[in-house]
């Protein structure tokens, strides 16, 4: 090992360049004094401390050679920007004591191991196919927490992947909210997070762990015992919370309420045996059901039912958004009929049903015969409510006209009694005439108000002692007795008065 050191008059000035070159200077490398196997240690390609965009001031021949940042094969994008991290020293004696290396793997030669430089063009030789095949594998052993090295690899890509999307929403006239929009971002759009979010469904973290009540220290020690089973379990118990695993098990083990899913997401005979026994035992089987029946087993957003329903028009709209853009592009007409109904909802409403169109003419046309939203939405969810049938027309157009003259009938009678009270009626229904048989006799014997009425007929009125005994409710006097008993209204022939002493002891 060389202990000697350079005078500073004598070392040039450091030149900082992208471009690989050979200094003026030569130092002696302290890998001379290495053994072969400290050496081939030292050459290896994984360090807990990546600093990819990191430049030394000096480089040796052999570290040339070597080139462990290569942008070329790591991706498109520049890894992490490291600047300010402190600028690594650059004595002889720091490479005397090799650093130990990471999780990464050796370099291969063939380019089928993923490494931290060939990830990229590997990764999409592979496809997405085999990388989701590799890392559900149950038998593939996983940490924790990711290396240095990876997670700083990942935020580089995520910044320069930011940074590229704001670009695009500069060039193309927008928001940047509303290019995530358009590409499902958010957080419906995050991936499973696998291992801890099915963890989320077993029984020690949802039913056996309780908080103790505050002020108190008995009872923490166990709960913290139980917020460790999960470390306890053993190599088949830990494979049973695999995220590919997890949801065949349940599809297989709910198969009333499950979708019907393909042939190759269907548990196999052989995982049925092994794991359901610790599937049915461990998980919390009344959340897994309630997930798998809205469709969002795994997802980390399902924290409650409300949530869950909140996200459903989320959904609807972004569909709705589509088809929108279809019709603007294409010129295609769309129609599209939504209905939920959940009476046990923690929402304002347990129904509900938006209609979205493209062509509110027909639309409106849908409307005039029946209530195209409000029958799709009662059935298809077979909702037991009374609000949402379909109300009889008040419009008066829609009226027959035996419907309109008893109307026009019952209007005047009721003023033929209301014209000799002392104060307006209280209500549409109060003070009116009777639609009793024989109501001339009903009048006789009540009192409106207080005051006594009776009925005055002239002798030559038209209305029968036959239509008096029916009475003038619908229904039973034809059309044309109901036109008659008008026209001696409105001619004075049949009216209503104040009864005297004289027409009280005549109708007695």
Request: charged letters at 25%.
């Amino acid at each position: 090992m060389p202990t000697g050191k350079r005078k500073p008059t004598k070392r040039p000035p450091p030149k900082r360049s992208t471009t690989s070159h050979k200094p003026s200077y030569k130092r002696r490398s302290g890998k001379e004094s290495l053994t072969a196997a400290e050496r081939a240690m030292d050459d290896s390609e994984d360090d807990n401390d990546y600093q990819p965009d990191l430049q030394l001031e000096e480089q040796d021949s052999e570290d040339d050679s070597r080139n462990p940042v290569d942008l070329s094969t790591s991706s498109q994008h520049p890894p992490t920007n490291n600047s300010s991290r402190p600028a690594c020293s650059t004595n002889t004696n720091s490479n005397t004591s090799p650093q130990p290396t990471g999780t990464a793997s050796t370099h291969n030669p063939n380019h089928t191991q993923l490494t931290l430089h060939n990830y990229s063009t590997v990764g999409k030789e592979l496809g997405r196919p085999a990388l989701e095949r590799m890392l559900n594998d149950p038998k593939r052993k996983t940490q924790n927490r990711p290396p240095s090295a990876i997670l700083g690899e990942a935020q580089a890509l995520q910044g320069y992947y930011t940074m590229d999307k704001m670009s695009l929403s500069l060039v193309g006239n927008t928001s940047l909210a509303t290019l995530e929009s358009a590409l499902f971002e958010g957080p419906i759009s995050h991936d499973r997070n696998g291992y801890t979010t099915w963890m989320s469904y077993s029984l020690a973290n949802t039913v056996q762990i309780s908080m103790p009540a505050g002020g108190q220290s008995e009872g923490f020690a166990e709960h913290n015992q139980n917020c460790r089973k999960w470390t306890e379990l053993t190599e088949t118990e830990s494979e049973t919370f695999q995220p590919k695993l997890f949801e065949k098990l349940a599809y297989a083990h709910f198969t009333n309420i499950a979708t019907p899913v393909s042939e190759e997401e269907r548990a196999t005979d052989q995982e049925i045996t092994q794991y359901m026994h610790h599937f049915t035992r461990l998980a919390n089987l009344d959340k897994v059901s309630k997930h798998l029946q809205s469709g969002v087993l795994g997802q980390t957003i399902a924290k409650s039912l409300a949530v869950i329903e909140k996200r459903g028009p989320e959904e609807i709209g972004k569909v709705a958004t589509q088809l929108q853009s279809i019709f603007k592009r294409f010129g295609i007409h769309s129609h599209l009929l939504v209905a939920s109904w959940n009476p046990k909802t923690k929402l304002e409403n347990p129904m509900w049903n938006p209609e979205y169109t493209t062509s509110p003419r027909w639309a409106e046309y849908a409307k005039r015969t029946h209530h195209l939203a409000r029958d799709f939405a009662i059935r298809s969810t077979a909702a037991q409510i009374e609000f949402t049938e379909t109300q009889k027309s008040t419009n008066q157009n829609d009226k027959t006209p035996q419907v309109t003259m008893r109307t026009k009938l019952t209007n005047l009678l009721n003023n033929e009694i209301r014209k000799n009270l002392p104060h307006p009626p209280q209500g549409p229904k109060h003070d009116v005439y009777p639609k009793t048989p024989n109501p001339h006799e009903t009048i006789a014997g009540r009192c409106y108000q207080g005051v006594q009425l009776a009925v005055r007929q002239a002798t030559d009125s038209q209305v029968t002692q036959e239509m008096l005994t029916l009475g003038a409710k619908g229904g039973r006097l034809t059309d044309k007795q109901v036109k008659t008993w008008i026209e001696d209204i409105e001619e004075g022939r049949y009216s209503i008065h104040v009864a005297t002493a004289t027409t009280t002891a005549t109708n007695g």
